[in-house]
């Protein structure tokens, strides 16, 4: 089983900041990561996937970097709306989920 | 409208079974693969098992292997998860999720809002 690791597990931020999560495999998932935003009460929505493509509708504010066993997540100036929880998925071998990194307003 | 809708959740207890389905409408069912993901309330989220375009591959996580069996109607736009011998630990809200494309693996570019099942005597 592949063993995903975010950090750091909550992350308190100021709209408008820029804010970085990262997300490691235990082995090598090549580019097969994707990251997830979940609000409460809410399903998971796509955010990245392929390691740094967005999917359909996702602000450009977001972008996704990294190959192998190390992954990051980027929003570059942060909106109230993004407060959310945040979970890297890899999809290279039997799909697991980091345990999520939570971002919320400082 | 492209959606998942999930039903067939409640209250079980140890050792009975339960069968989710989940409705998909507004897009090409039989065109993609299709998974079941569990979150417990408050806790992460689980990939619990997943099926390709034609049921001709299936996979399952340890903790739920030999106990859930995934399955697809095509026909009727339809997702199941027949679940037996029901634990505690299966207590958790459970998502369908449409896979980027026809086989796994692939990121999940669709959810349904989750059925809650709940294991207790």
């Known amino acids: 089983e592949i063993v995903m690791t975010q950090s750091p597990a909550t992350l308190s931020v100021s709209p408008g900041e820029r804010v970085t999560l990262s997300c490691r495999a235990s082995?090598?998932?090549?580019?097969?990561l994707a990251w997830y935003q979940q609000k409460p009460g809410q399903a998971p929505r796509l955010l990245i996937y392929?390691?740094?493509s967005r999917a359909t509708g996702i602000p450009a504010r977001f972008s996704g970097l990294g190959s192998g066993t190390q992954f990051t997540l980027t929003i570059s100036s942060l909106q109230s709306e993004d407060f959310a929880v945040y979970y890297c998925?890899?999809?290279?071998?039997?799909?697991?989920f980091g345990q999520g990194t939570k971002v919320e307003i400082k | 409208e492209v959606q998942l809708v999930e039903s067939g959740g409640g209250l079980v207890q140890p050792g009975r079974s339960l069968r989710l389905s989940c409705a998909a409408s507004?897009?090409?069912?039989?065109?993609?693969?299709m998974h079941w993901v569990r979150q417990v309330p408050g806790k992460g989220l689980e990939w619990v098992s997943s099926?390709?375009?034609?049921?001709?591959?299936?996979d399952y996580a340890d903790s739920v292997k030999g106990r859930f069996t995934i399955s697809r109607d095509n026909a009727k736009n339809s997702l199941y998860l027949q679940m037996n011998n029901l634990r505690p630990e299966d207590t958790a809200l459970y998502y369908c999720?449409?896979?980027?494309?026809?086989?796994?693996?692939?990121?999940?570019?669709?959810w349904g809002q989750g059925t809650m099942v709940t294991v207790s005597s």
């Open positions: 392929g390691a740094s």
């Open positions: 998925q890899q999809y290279y071998a039997g799909p697991s």
């Open positions: 999720a449409r896979a980027r494309g026809a086989y796994p693996p692939n990121a999940f570019d669709l």
């Open positions: 507004g897009f090409t069912f039989e065109d993609y693969a």
């Open positions: 082995q090598s998932v090549s580019r097969n």
């Open positions: 099926i390709s375009w034609n049921s001709g591959s299936v």
